[in-house]
């Protein structure tokens, strides 16, 4: 009798431990997930932001014309004449020397005045701001007005297009190596996790397999924990991430509408949320799901 009593209280005590065990693990598998997919996250938001400016850019190439500053009226109507008979160019805006002066006093020297005491517009160059028809003529336009008389440079963002196309190329391929090794150790955690919970029940499942309990029939429970597991990963991530850039968002349209800049533009959260969402969960349910049926098939061989 006091034999019996040891071994229930044995049993007891085992299936205690096991169940803390499995919650712990369950945690563990829950918050590598969280994790993978955060950082996940960040650099696919990246690369959303730096394709959208990229694209807005390729799509609406500004170039800006400066003449030089001592040219005449009659001069600066030829190279007007110029712009406005090229096929190449959309529309485009004369920038007058007042127009660049009352610019550079704001945005440069907003408080700071007196540094331009004594001087007035006749600093500044006049300029035409260009937009094309076409940017894959971009090139052959900035080209054609760096040679031609009176006009003394011509700002177009190219170099800034190469560098963040670089960048974007890059972006991707690391956050794809980060992400699969991460995913890999979640896998390898959920499968743990669903290892000692085949384990603890190990009796129970070879009489289901004894009085003809399918493989799948058995295998289904385990593959519903993982992906469960994945769902709530993907959800606490996203929730993350979410008010995160959100804040971030907020911060940077901020900055840039105080300096003036307005070439930089950043994807809201809500054009994009239906999207992250989606990856989100296909991640997590094929994680929870692939790590869960990889734990539980040995155990099947009875």
């Known amino acids: 009798m006091a034999m019996k009593i040891r071994t229930t209280k044995y049993i007891i005590k085992e299936g205690f431990i ?9 945690l563990a598998s829950l918050s590598i997930i969280t994790a993978s997919l955060i950082i996940f996250g960040v650099f696919f938001l990246a690369a959303v932001n730096l394709r959208h400016n990229i694209r807005t850019l390729e799509e609406q190439p500004e170039i800006q014309v400066f003449c030089y500053l001592e040219l005449d009226e009659t001069q600066i109507n030829i190279i ?6 090229n096929p190449y160019v959309r529309e485009y805006k004369a920038v007058s020397k007042r127009e ?7 945005e440069m020297f907003d408080g700071k005045e007196s540094v331009l005491e004594g001087l007035d517009e006749s600093i500044m160059p006049v300029s035409y701001i260009i937009k094309l028809e076409d940017s894959s003529k971009s090139r052959e ?12 440079k011509v700002s177009y963002p190219q170099q800034a297009i190469d560098f963040i196309s670089r960048i974007t190329y890059w972006i991707p391929l690391i956050s794809s190596l980060l992400l699969g090794i991460l995913l890999l150790v979640s896998m390898l955690i959920i499968s743990n996790t669903i290892k000692l919970t085949v384990f603890a029940r190990r009796r129970e499942i070879n009489i289901m397999k004894y009085i003809g309990a ?21 959800v606490f991530a996203f929730a993350v991430v979410g008010y995160g ?8 349209t901020e900055d840039m509408a105080k300096i003036g800049v307005d070439i930089i533009k950043i994807v809201g959260i809500k054009d994009i949320a239906i999207q992250i969402v989606g990856i989100y969960c296909l991640i997590g349910v094929a994680v929870g799901a692939v790590g869960s ?5 040995k155990y099947l061989q009875v």
């Open 100 to 106: 660049a002066f009352e610019k550079v006093k704001t």
């Open 80 to 85: 007007e004449e110029d712009i406005k008979g």
């Open 245 to 252: 850039y959100n804040a971030l968002e907020g911060r940077i």
């Open 214 to 234: 399918t493989d799948w029939f058995i295998r289904w429970p385990f593959i519903v924990e993982g992906v469960i597991i994945g769902i709530v990963g993907a």
């Open 141 to 152: 336009v900035v080209e054609h007005y760096r040679g031609l008389s009176g006009v003394e």
């Open 293 to 297: 049926f990889i734990s539980i098939r």
């Open 18 to 26: 096991n169940a803390y065990k499995n919650k712990l693990m369950s």
